[in-house]
Every structure is written in structure tokens, then in C-alpha cells.
């Protein structure tokens, strides 16, 4: 069974940054996906970025806001956000997700393709 410990957010000024960290433990393959998504309040679930995770270096999918670097430590199986510049509009819950498992080239960052889902992490953006 995949976990997920979900960690790094919280209440940031505008302009500023934060990191978000996945621990990922249980997956029993080796090619798998893992992303990065958002719900604000009243929205639905929307992708932010994702990483392909294989027999072959990472693959990411880098997120439509530049601000935003997805990054994995393999030794730790920790997937990170690296979010900069942060705005008002960035605050939401963010989840952790894996798609195990995942043979394509490029993950995607569909929720409907995830079925493993970490509890979420607020992050709050606000002056």
C-alpha cells in the first residue's frame, strides 16, 4: 500500500516561497508517477506538476506556472514542490499522489489517473 507523509506548507506572505515535501513508501513497482496537485476552496482538484519515475533518470513535468519546480530524491523517495513568488491565488490544499503503475514516457497531471492519495497540506498565501 502506498504512503504518503506530506509536509512543508503553511501561511507564507506574498512573494515568498516554500518547499513541499512527499515521503512515498510502498510502491512495489519500479515505474511509477507521482505528482503534485491543488483544490482551492470551492474548485476542483487541478494538476501542478508531476514526475515520471523509472528505470531511467526522472522525467518531470514541469508545471505551467515557472514558479513551481518539481524535484525527487531518489535515495529517500522524497518528491518535492519548490514553489516561488508565491501568490494569493497559489493557496489551497495540496496532495501528494502516486499512479502506480505508470509505463508511458510523460506523466500526467490528471487526478483521475492517481489512485493514491496522500492527506493533503494547507498552504496559505496572504498578507
Known amino acids: 500500500q502506498v504512503q504518503f507523509v506530506e509536509s512543508g506548507g503553511g501561511l507564507v506572505q506574498p512573494g515568498g516561497s516554500l518547499r513541499l515535501s512527499c515521503d512515498v513508501t510502498g510502491v512495489a513497482e519500479q515505474f511509477y508517477a507521482v505528482g503534485w496537485f491543488r483544490q482551492a476552496p470551492g474548485k476542483e482538484r487541478q494538476g501542478v506538476s508531476c514526475i515520471t519515475i523509472s528505470d531511467n533518470p526522472d522525467r518531470k513535468k514541469d508545471s505551467n506556472e515557472a514558479r513551481f519546480t518539481i524535484s525527487r530524491d531518489n535515495v529517500k523517495n522524497t518528491v518535492y514542490l519548490q514553489m516561488n513568488n508565491l501568490k494569493p491565488e497559489d493557496s489551497g490544499v495540496y496532495y501528494c499522489?502516486?499512479?502506480?503503475?505508470?509505463?508511458?514516457?510523460?506523466?500526467?497531471?490528471?487526478?483521475?489517473?492517481?489512485?493514491?492519495w496522500g492527506q493533503g497540506i494547507q498552504v496559505t498565501v496572504s498578507a
Open positions: 499522489a502516486a499512479e502506480v503503475p505508470f509505463y508511458g514516457y510523460m506523466c500526467y497531471v490528471d487526478p483521475e489517473r492517481y489512485d493514491s
